[in-house]
């Protein structure tokens, strides 16, 4: 074993909570950046020493160089055994499911998500624990701590371990297991769903357009849509993952996956559109002519989940991020199981799933999963409106208007407000804070406010309190306006502001003039022309 020392102490401001640690590439490119954080997270696990990890990433620019030091750091630190995706690829989910089915202690996923890639652009590292999800609160907050005092790493010289073949080569005393990074997560999809089921679909002309955006997706989608399912070649766009996503922006939203959306409101649109992120967990679902919003996704999956085999018992609860729709909770009333609001950021769901407390869980940013691994799952989620279609017989669109006939529909946009100034940005949420106590019954733009608070989540498993996650506004007539700072920006600060307006008798307006009002009263209560010298959003989602 080698013991190398780093020079200095890289890692600089605070480690954003939700998603590890993300930085420009050059940042991770640094020398001691990366080692710092991995030989931090060592120390917080309680060293290396017998334990097995799983190691991939989403492909993008420097993901195998990360993975070859990752590897000999590993070998540094007694690590016994690594299970590697070929070629350093690994989606987040088929990553928390590797980690699930050979009871690692854990695995270290490369990926900046939906942030663009390439040299200039963002790389990212996190840690999932035992149970294949993010580290919880108290585990990156102790890695966080392990970087500021650093200034040691163990790592081992030896030659780089060849990655793009399946295989076994061995480094020092550590065993290496290269695998096909695609294999256990398509045999995982096929004990949920009814494949016969959506074969026949696909055989009776059913069609697809499922956008990778060269990012991480490709060879999953391409395995099993066209392969598994025998959906026509060509399904999959831009299947092959490359490492600046076709210097493209992996984002799965009617922003960044244009051509698609384009393709879908167009006379030329498949029966189903959709698109996953970067790394695989995030998901777009678009219907011939019909967007469908992450929030009302997540409710009409939670719904309709019985019609698949995994979910035919029924859902033990639902869990949606605070920012997300009321949507879900409207389901879960129905079918008189539990719904949890938990703050943004999929290790929350955690505690829930693992004590089978829940069984579906979503969030307004395209992330939608169940109990089958601990991560948002972009092609499972994908896969359970096929498997819906198939039984349903129906198109998206009218299984969207069916839904918001029984339930109503919650109306919901978010805004972003980009690379604000820090200062700027904090001062808004600070004057907000300091104007809830007193703002129940006053009127904004015509809307009187019913209640107001920052949200806190007591977790019910571990009795875990997470304070300052956003500011709620409810106004009367059942209309939202959430205030929150972004925690995975990494220029500035980002600003959300996410609207959204209930009503059972009105279900066909048009969504920015239905939350017109809650937008006026959410920009005068936060005063935000005063605060950041704009109103207009820089994205709409
Ligand atoms: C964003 C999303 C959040 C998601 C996270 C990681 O975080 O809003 O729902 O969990 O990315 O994918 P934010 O930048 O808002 O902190
Ligand atoms: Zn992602």
């Given amino acids: 074993m080698k013991i190398e020392t780093i020079a200095t102490n890289p890692i600089e401001g605070q480690m954003p909570g939700t998603s590890g640690l993300r930085k420009k590439t050059r940042v991770f490119m640094e020398p001691g950046y990366l080692e710092n954080f991995v030989q931090a997270t060592f120390d917080a696990i309680g060293g290396g020493e017998g334990k097995t990890l799983i190691v991939g990433g989403d492909g993008r620019y420097f993901n195998?160089?990360?993975?070859?030091?990752?590897?000999?750091?590993?070998?540094?630190?007694?690590v016994v055994k690594v299970i590697v995706g070929k070629d350093g690829i690994l989606s987040t989910p088929a990553a928390s499911h590797l980690i699930r089915l050979n009871k690692a202690d854990g695995g270290f996923i490369l990926s900046a998500s939906h942030n663009p890639g390439g040299i200039d652009e963002d790389f990212g590292i996190k840690f999932n624990g035992q149970n294949g999800g993010p580290a919880p609160e108290n585990l990156t907050a102790k890695i966080f701590d392990a970087t500021k005092t650093i200034a040691k790493f163990k790592t081992v010289s030896t030659a780089e371990i060849n990655l793009n073949a399946c295989g076994s080569p061995s480094l020092g005393a550590m065993e290496v297991q290269i695998v096909d990074p695609v294999e256990s997560y398509s045999a995982l999809m096929e004990t949920l769903f009814d494949f016969p089921a959506i074969r026949g679909l696909f055989k009776g002309g059913f069609t697809m357009c499922f956008d990778a955006m060269h990012a991480v997706t490709g060879p999953y989608a391409k395995a099993i849509l066209e392969g598994a399912l025998g959906a026509t070649e060509g399904t999959v766009a831009n299947g092959v993952p490359l490492e600046d996503f076709g210097k493209g922006h992996p984002d799965p939203n009617p922003i960044w996956a244009k051509t698609l959306m384009d393709l879908m409101m167009s006379s030329?649109?498949?029966?189903?559109?959709?698109?996953?992120?970067?790394?695989?967990?995030?998901?777009m679902i678009v219907g011939r002519g019909a967007y469908v919003t992450p929030s009302d996704s997540l409710a009409i999956l939670a719904a309709n989940a019985h019609l698949a085999p995994a979910y035919r018992d029924g859902l033990a609860g639902i869990a949606r991020s605070m920012p997300t729709s009321a949507a879900s909770d409207r389901v879960a009333k129905k079918l008189g199981i539990g719904s949890y609001e938990t703050p943004t950021g999929w290790k929350f769901?955690?505690?829930?799933?693992?004590?089978?407390?829940?069984?579906i869980c979503g969030e307004e940013s395209a992330g939608t999963g169940s109990s089958h691994v601990r991560e948002k799952d972009g092609l499972w989620a994908v896969l359970l409106w096929l498997n819906i279609l198939a039984v349903r017989k129906q198109s998206v669109a009218e299984i969207v208007s069916d839904h918001w006939q029984r339930f109503g529909r919650d109306y919901y946009s978010r805004y972003d407000y980009e690379n604000v100034a820090t200062g700027s940005a904090n001062q808004l949420m600070q004057s907000l804070c300091s104007k809830l106590p007193g703002l129940a019954g006053q009127a904004f733009a015509g809307m009187t406010v019913t209640a107001a608070d920052e949200f806190s989540y007591h977790d019910p498993v571990d009795g875990s309190v997470s304070n300052n996650q956003g500011i709620r506004i409810y106004f009367e007539g059942g209309s939202r306006a959430v205030f929150r700072l972004s925690?995975?920006?990494?220029?500035?600060?980002?600003?959300?502001?996410?609207?959204e307006q209930y009503s059972n008798t009105d279900i066909g307006r048009d969504t920015q003039e239905a939350l017109q009002g809650v937008r006026a009263a959410a920009q005068s209560i936060s005063d935000m022309n005063a605060h950041i010298g704009r109103v207009e959003p820089d994205v709409i989602t």
């Fill in 64 to 78: 195998k160089v990360a993975i070859q030091t990752i590897l000999k750091m590993a070998a540094g630190n007694g």
């Fill in 268 to 283: 030329a649109a498949p029966d189903l559109g959709a698109a996953s992120d970067g790394d695989g967990d995030r998901n």
């Fill in 349 to 359: 769901f955690g505690n829930l799933l693992d004590a089978g407390k829940v069984t």
């Fill in 487 to 499: 925690g995975t920006g990494t220029q500035g600060a980002t600003i959300r502001l996410y609207l």
